[in-house]
């Protein structure tokens, strides 16, 4: 069973009592448009569950599912202009990856977008692939699940010397996850493999540090098997940074962001008072606060987006939640301590936003959802940041 599909599985629920903490605004209006809306089917993506890139003027993405005429397809690379156009670059075929959930990443040497996909290629355990500005791909790696680890998700990262950084969620080693480096000159290596009681299933886009230190998440594993945070060294060496417990949140999914002092902010599927997620923050010393209890109601529920940060704001989606069909929600936390909704999801502007959000100019955000839309099959949408 893959990662999402254990996420979308009621097994993973934990019975805690109902409370709500902090303080929320209710949902105000806010600007609001969508961009796109995706119609799956054989030349357009359904179901775009990553962050976008911000490239030249263009968002570029990609869709889990569309690409043919089947019920699924095989996912596709988009670009949506400014102005609502959308170009489909590329659809894969499965021998060159299929379901990509990662968003994009440019190489900042030679400027060409590299991806993922969670399954295909070679060995069936997805793929990593560079992808030229006319849709030409090549695959750069085929993950061999009894070695490498497979179902690699989260945005690739890099170095300056153009090394790229990812996870692979499962079926590395000892089946529990791997972290892996891509060389520039296209060398693969496994830098760390999960067993369990380091962590399980890591998800999320990895965080890197001045230093060469990775920090990221386990959705599973740790102490008490509700997932972790950890930080890798440069030596290979990796730390648990925390081992989430279930009343302080638990399942997280989405990337951590690091601040100068190095405190690290992220955010939990589940766990929390009403089991619904939190946004905490991690200081230095390993010690968590919980910053915002999320209640299942109108400030959302279940957030596993990338966090994004502008000045002493976060910015981030839930996954369901909101004021009318349980469709989710955009936030803004201030670091003092107030959130607020910036918009709800209806169904037909979309709804599940699983991915982040991006920063254009003038304070506009943008992202995508899931689900929702004309034809159900998600959105690109744009949403004002005040």
Do not use: W
């Not at 993506?45 to 599912?65: D, Q």
Request: glycine share 18%; net charge negative.
């Amino acid at each position: 069973m893959s990662l999402r599909e254990r996420i979308r599985s009621g097994a993973l629920l934990l019975v805690i009592p109902l409370t709500a903490f902090g303080h929320s605004e209710s949902a105000r209006s806010a600007d609001y448009q969508v961009l796109y809306n995706f119609v799956g089917g054989l030349h357009d993506g359904a179901h775009p569950i990553s962050t976008l890139l911000l490239r030249k003027g263009n968002l570029y993405g990609t869709t889990e599912y569309g690409g043919d005429s089947g019920l699924l397809g095989p996912g596709v690379v988009f670009r949506v202009a400014l102005d609502g156009s959308e170009t489909v670059l590329h659809i894969f075929n499965y021998s060159d990856g299929n379901g990509p959930q990662a968003g994009l990443t440019t190489d900042p040497i030679t400027g060409k977008l590299y991806g993922s996909t969670t399954d295909g290629g070679a060995y069936g355990g997805g793929v990593l692939f560079r992808l030229e500005d006319d849709g030409a791909e090549t695959v750069l790696h085929h993950f061999n699940p009894a070695s490498d680890g497979n179902f690699p998700r989260g945005r690739l990262i890099h170095d300056s010397q153009g090394n790229f950084y990812g996870i692979a969620s499962s079926l590395g080693g000892q089946n529990h996850g791997t972290i892996y480096r891509l060389a520039q000159d296209g060398s693969f290596k496994v830098l760390h493999t999960f067993v369990g009681s380091d962590g399980e299933d890591p998800a999320a886009r990895l965080e890197r540090d001045r230093a060469g230190n990775l920090y990221g998440t386990t959705f599973f594993g740790g102490a008490n098997n509700s997932g972790t945070v950890f930080k890798l060294l440069p030596s290979g060496t990796l730390v648990t940074l925390h081992s989430f417990s279930g009343s302080d949140g638990a399942r997280p999914i989405g990337r951590l962001l690091r601040d100068k002092a190095g405190n690290l902010y992220g955010t939990t599927l589940l766990g929390g008072a009403a089991n619904q997620g939190v946004l905490f923050k991690l200081a230095s010393d390993g010690t968590e606060t919980v910053l915002h209890d999320f209640s299942g109601g109108a400030d959302g529920a279940q957030p596993q987006a990338d966090l994004m940060r502008i000045g002493g704001t976060l910015y981030g989606t839930t996954g369901s939640g909101g004021d009318s069909c349980d469709c989710g929600t955009v936030f803004k936390f201030t670091l003092d301590g107030r959130k607020t909704i910036l918009h709800s999801f209806n169904g037909s502007d979309g709804a599940n936003p699983y991915a982040g959000l991006i920063k254009g100019k003038n304070g506009v955000l943008y992202g995508t959802t899931a689900n929702g839309g004309s034809a159900g099959d998600g959105v690109v949408f744009r949403v004002s940041s005040n």
